[in-house]
């Protein structure tokens, strides 16, 4: 199992480094200029204990007032000045540079995971806590700002440094590279493999829990008025304690476990620390090095030192930035599920006319088609309610007709082309859709309106807003049509907020309309209102009405009867209400039925 881990946490690494070097490769010459100057940087760092070494012999070998000794000790401590401003210099290049570069990977890495999310299909979206996804977004554009800090100004140098320090010392005394070299790569080896097989794990699992947690809230905070009705604030408090309380055992076990990898690495570099200067005084014993070089070699150590504890510190950091960015990965190799073929075209709806053609579909979770040999066509300008109990295809019908989902087998055409074979926003854009909840943005109500034409001109949205019949409730708020509606159109009563709809469906002016029973739900003056602005607004389009109240339907001029994803009726209403034993007549009856129950109570 650890083995399985490891390999799996390896993984994880790989897919997160390649897409950061991915990103990276969009500003190759800023990310070679960063990668020159932290080693021009480092490099000066590597070379000051040699010059310290070279003034500490300067002044142990005689008197300063000798000329003889002290060019020499001038000459170094110039050296090491230099060195020093050189990489302060240099490293502040790096900072300048690398703000621009981090800044700009965030911004493409955040822009293309929004363009990735709105593209994803219904069914990811239905599955998929809006939370939780802006959680992984949010969490991973912050952790690339740490991994690139990581890997360019700190792992780099360091590593760097490392090398050249093993090889600096090993060409003075080759047992001293070989110490250092061998005590580096056991040291950088072993907290590698503890940070990924060890702490990585924990953290991904944290992660989830992280993202779990996000989600909640979200849930609960964009549902508040459903918990305020039931009184169930306590009730929720709890749920979200649970998660919490997942939360918090998952982040002390890494809190815990990055604690005792610290604490090995401690370890070893105190037992490296021995083995350097255990061997530096067996060389001054022997008479193999200075005054000079021991300083040297203690100077060089020290620097040494700092840098591999950083470096245990730029691993755990390393491994932290990949586990917060494992989801935002993933995210962006999940597939869009519906996709445009190459070189799709947009489509041009002109006349609206309807067409499945032999149209086979099957949810992917279901176990036989929904759809089988399906075929039906509506004429330009056609009229068509869609009847019939809960889960019969109603809704599947329009689904398909604006590709939120495809197809296995057979064609739906419009106006002679295949809805296939066209751009998908190109199709959706030219399809007017009136939900039964319809859903507002936390926007004033003339960008709502304006939503399905961004263009329109404000005579243009206050005339849709008329034959809506919203304008006037519009033009009594203290703000008007600049009134923010809320979080999903929180501000305004559901009549009202049909009516913005309508409105927007207006604005669109597209030849194809879709109408969910806008009605279902709303108190009589409002439903007469709304039905008076939907019949002006199917005057000349191809209109589908997925039919809830059957009284709103009768004066269509087509009623499909669906039944188990198959049409099993097709008229008008005076047609079917006359067939015997009918599923339309039934379901007509039972709701007069309940109607005239209603009137009497």
Not at 100 to 126: C, E, G, K, P, Y
Not at 195 to 208: D, E, K, Q, R
Not at 550 to 564: G, N, Q
Request: a positive charge; charged letters at 20%.
């Amino acid at each position: 199992m650890s083995r399985f881990k490891t390999l799996f946490r390896a993984d994880a690494f790989a897919k997160v480094l390649g897409f950061t070097f991915r990103h990276w490769a969009r500003q190759p010459w800023r990310a070679t200029l960063i990668g020159l100057l932290v080693l021009a940087a480092t490099l000066a760092d590597a070379l000051s204990p040699i010059f310290a070494g070279r003034l500490v012999d300067a002044v142990a070998s005689g008197s300063g007032s000798d000329d003889a000794f002290w060019a020499p000790a001038i000459t170094a401590f110039l050296t090491m000045v230099a060195l020093y401003v050189s990489a302060v210099v240099l490293r502040q290049f790096v900072f300048f540079n690398l703000i621009t570069f981090t800044l700009q990977i965030m911004n493409d890495v955040i822009s293309t995971a929004f363009q990735r999310v709105q593209r994803f299909s219904t069914d990811w979206h239905a599955n998929s806590f809006a939370g939780s996804t802006v959680r992984k977004i949010t969490r991973g554009s912050s952790a690339l700002d740490l991994l690139n800090d990581t890997l360019l100004i700190a792992l780099l140098p360091s590593l760097v440094m490392l090398v050249g320090a093993t090889v600096i010392l090993g060409l003075a005394w080759p047992v001293m590279g070989l110490v250092v070299g061998l005590g580096s790569l056991i040291y950088v080896g072993v907290t590698a493999w503890l940070s990924m097989a060890f702490v990585a794990p924990a953290g991904a699992l944290a992660n989830t829990w992280d993202t779990k947690m996000g989600g909640a809230l979200a849930d609960a905070v964009s549902c508040n008025a459903v918990v305020k009705a039931f009184g169930a604030e306590t009730r929720e408090e709890s749920i979200l304690e649970h998660v919490v309380g997942k939360w918090r055992k998952r982040t002390r076990r890494v809190w815990q476990r990055g604690t005792l990898n610290g604490g090995a690495q401690g370890l070893m570099m105190a037992l490296m620390q021995a083995a350097i200067l255990g061997t530096a005084l067996l060389l001054w014993r022997a008479g193999a090095a200075t005054p000079g070089d021991i300083t040297f070699v203690l100077t060089m150590f020290f620097v040494l030192q700092g840098h591999l504890r950083d470096v245990g510190q730029h691993i755990r950091n390393l491994q932290r930035s990949v586990n917060d960015m494992e989801e935002l990965v993933e995210l962006d190799r999940q597939p869009y599920g519906i996709q445009d073929k190459p070189g799709a075209k947009p489509i041009r709806i002109k006349e609206g006319a309807i067409a499945f053609d032999h149209v086979t579909f099957q949810y992917g979770s279901h176990e036989s088609p929904l759809y089988r040999d399906f075929s039906v066509r509506i004429a330009p300008g056609e009229r068509v309610g869609l009847v019939g109990h809960s889960g019969s295809g109603k809704t599947t019908f329009v689904k398909l007709i604006q590709r939120l989902y495809d197809i296995n087998d057979g064609a739906i055409i419009i106006d002679g082309q295949n809805i296939a074979d066209v751009q998908q926003s190109s199709l959706r854009a030219q399809i007017a859709i009136v939900q039964q909840e319809p859903i507002l943005f936390h926007r004033t109500l003339a960008e709502n309106i304006a939503y399905a034409r961004p263009g329109a001109s404000r005579a243009e949205i206050e005339e849709a807003a008329r034959q809506a019949n919203a304008h006037d409730f519009i033009a009594g708020l203290p703000k008007g049509y600049e009134t923010m509606v809320g979080e999903r159109g929180v501000k305004l009563s559901g009549g009202e907020r049909q009516r913005v709809a309508i409105a927007r469906a207006f604005l669109a002016d597209a030849r194809v309309l879709i109408l969910d029973e806008a009605t279902s739900s709303l108190d009589s003056e409002s439903e007469v209102q709304i039905q008076q602005a939907m019949e002006r607004l199917m005057v000349g389009r191809t209109t589908l009405v997925i039919a809830h109240r059957l009284s709103t339907v009768v004066a269509l001029d087509r009623l499909l009867v669906f039944d188990k994803g198959r049409i099993v009726e097709e008229g008008d209403h005076n047609a079917l209400i006359r067939l015997q034993g009918g599923i339309y007549r039934r379901l007509f009856e039972r709701q007069a039925l309940e109607l005239t129950k209603g009137l009497v109570a």
